[in-house]
C-alpha cells in the first residue's frame, strides 16, 4: 500500500514562513500529480497547490506570490514553501498523491499563524 507522511506544521506568526513536505512510500507507481488540500472546521476542502509530472503547477488565488510548491521524484516527495503567511491560512494541511491506480491522503498537519 501507499503511505504518505507529513512533516513541518506548526505554530508561526503572521509573516512567518514553513515548509511542508510529504514523502511518499510504498507502491507508487503512475504519478498524475502531488499537491496539498487544507481545511478548517466547518468548511470544506480546498485546494492550495498542485503540481504535476511534467512540473506544471496550480495555486489558489489565494496563496499565490506566497506559497511555492516543489517536488523531488526521485524522493516521491513534495515541498510546500508558504511564506507571508496570514491567520487565514491556519488550517490542517492534507498532502494529496493522484496515480493512475488511486488517490492517496496524507493524516494532515496543523499550521496555526498567530496575527
Known amino acids: 500500500q501507499v503511505q504518505l507522511v507529513e512533516s513541518g506544521g506548526g505554530l508561526v506568526q503572521a509573516g512567518g514562513s514553513l515548509r511542508l513536505s510529504c514523502a511518499a512510500s510504498?507502491?507508487?507507481?503512475?504519478?498524475?500529480?502531488m499537491g496539498w488540500y487544507r481545511q478548517v472546521p466547518g468548511k470544506q476542502r480546498e485546494l492550495v497547490a498542485e503540481i504535476t509530472g511534467g512540473q506544471r503547477t496550480n495555486y489558489a488565488d489565494s496563496v499565490k506570490g506566497r506559497f511555492t510548491i516543489s517536488r523531488d521524484n526521485t524522493k516521491n516527495t513534495v515541498y510546500l514553501q508558504m511564506n507571508s503567511l496570514k491567520s487565514e491560512d491556519t488550517a490542517v494541511y492534507y498532502c494529496?498523491?493522484?496515480?493512475?491506480?488511486?488517490?492517496?491522503w496524507g493524516q494532515g498537519t496543523q499550521v496555526t499563524v498567530s496575527s
Open positions: 510504498g507502491r507508487v507507481v503512475g504519478i498524475n500529480s
Open positions: 494529496v498523491l493522484d496515480t493512475v491506480l488511486s488517490t492517496y
